[in-house]
C-alpha cells in the first residue's frame, strides 16, 4: 500500500494536478519518520550595517575634532633626572611633510621654558634649542591634552687662554672658535667669535677649540670634552707674545711718526703692516723680519718672539 501511495502522489505531481497541495510531509520509511528539506532561499546582496545615530554622531564629532586646535604642552630637561629648564629655551614646531621645496612649513614658535601653544591634530617635528643644544622630536597631535617632554643631554664649557707661564692675555685679544669633533674635513662650526670666560651650553660631546691670541699667527687647539649637567672650565696656553714697534734716533728715544711698518716671517711672507709712531700687534714664538720705511729710507732688524708679557722692540736710525 506504501508504494502504491508513493506512485499516485508522483504521478499527479508529474501531471500538474493534484487534488491536494504537497505539503511538508514527512515521509516514512521502514518506520523511521524523515524530516523535510529546508525551502530553497533566493540568493541575498549583501548589505553593509547602517551606523547607528550613536554611531554616526560620534564620527561627526571625531571629523570636527581634526579642525580644532588641540592644547600642547612642551617641556625640557638638562638631563633625564634634572628638573624643567625655566627659561632660556627656543621651541619651533613645524609640519612633519615636507613641501615640493623639501621645506617643512613653520606652524608654531616659543621662547617660553615650559611652551603652551594650540595646534590642529597631526603630526609635527619639534626643535628645541637651549644655547648651542639641539634636539629634534616627532610630535603626534590628538584630541584632547598633549604634552611633550625633551631630554637635551646637555653640558656647559667656559674658555680662555694664557700665554705659557700662566701669563695673562687680555680679553680684547682673544676669541674662540667651536667645532663639532672628528677628522677636520668633516668638522662643522658651532660657535665662533666667542668671548673668554662666556659660558657656551652645548649638547654632551667632544669638540674642537679654536683659541686665537691677537689676529696673525698665535692659534692654539685642543679637543674638549662636555659632560651631561656638568660646566668645563678649560684654559688654553699660547706661546706667542704682545709686541709694540717704535723708530727712534737713540735707545730709549721718542717713537718717530708717519712710519710704515712691516713685519716678514723667515720664508718672506708679509703678515704685519702699519703705519705710525707706536703699532702694536702679537706674534707667535719664532724668528721675523722687521721692517721700518721713513720717507724714502727702509730701516729693518732681526728679532726673535719668546713666550712671555707684553714687549716693547726698537729699531735705531743711527744703526740700521
Not at 99 to 118: F, H, P, Y
Not at 173 to 192: K, M
Not at 220 to 231: F, K, S
Amino acid at each position: 500500500m506504501r508504494s502504491a501511495r508513493l506512485v499516485a502522489i508522483l504521478i499527479c505531481l508529474l501531471a500538474g494536478i493534484g487534488t491536494a497541495p504537497v505539503t511538508p510531509a514527512v515521509f516514512a520509511q521502514d518506520g523511521v519518520e524523515i524530516p523535510p528539506l529546508p525551502r530553497p532561499r533566493p540568493d541575498r546582496v549583501a548589505t553593509p550595517d547602517l551606523p547607528t545615530p550613536e554611531q554616526t554622531a560620534a564620527t561627526e564629532a571625531i571629523a570636527a575634532l581634526a579642525d580644532i586646535p588641540q592644547p600642547v604642552t612642551l617641556a625640557a630637561r638638562i638631563t633625564q633626572d634634572g628638573p624643567p629648564i625655566p627659561e632660556g629655551l627656543i621651541w619651533r614646531i613645524f609640519e612633519s611633510t615636507p613641501d615640493e621645496n623639501g621645506e617643512m612649513a613653520l606652524v608654531a614658535k616659543s621662547d617660553s621654558g615650559t611652551a603652551a601653544v594650540e595646534l590642529n591634530p597631526g603630526d609635527y617635528v619639534v626643535h628645541v634649542a637651549y644655547g648651542q643644544a639641539q634636539v629634534t622630536e616627532t610630535l603626534s597631535v590628538v584630541p584632547g591634552e598633549n604634552s611633550l617632554e625633551v631630554v637635551l643631554d646637555a653640558g656647559a664649557l667656559r674658555l680662555n687662554s694664557a700665554v705659557t707661564g700662566d701669563i695673562p692675555i687680555s680679553p680684547a685679544l682673544l676669541n674662540f672658535d667651536i667645532y663639532t669633533g672628528g677628522d677636520e674635513s668633516s668638522r662643522a662650526l658651532v660657535a665662533d667669535n666667542l668671548t673668554p670666560n662666556e659660558i657656551v651650553t652645548l649638547t654632551a660631546g667632544t669638540y674642537h677649540i679654536v683659541s686665537r691670541f691677537g689676529t696673525i699667527n698665535a692659534v692654539v687647539r685642543a679637543d674638549l670634552r662636555v659632560e651631561p649637567g656638568q660646566l668645563t672650565d678649560a684654559t688654553l696656553y699660547h706661546h706667542a707674545a704682545e709686541v709694540s714697534f717704535k723708530l727712534v734716533s737713540e735707545e730709549g728715544g721718542e717713537a718717530i711718526a708717519d712710519v710704515e711698518w712691516t713685519v716678514k716671517t723667515t720664508d718672506g711672507a708679509t703678515i704685519f703692516s702699519d703705519r705710525g709712531a707706536f703699532p702694536s700687534t702679537v706674534l707667535a714664538e719664532g724668528d721675523y723680519l722687521v721692517l721700518a720705511k721713513l720717507g724714502d729710507e727702509v730701516f729693518n732688524r732681526e728679532i726673535q718672539i719668546q713666550p712671555g708679557s707684553p714687549r716693547e722692540i726698537e729699531l735705531l736710525t743711527a744703526v740700521y
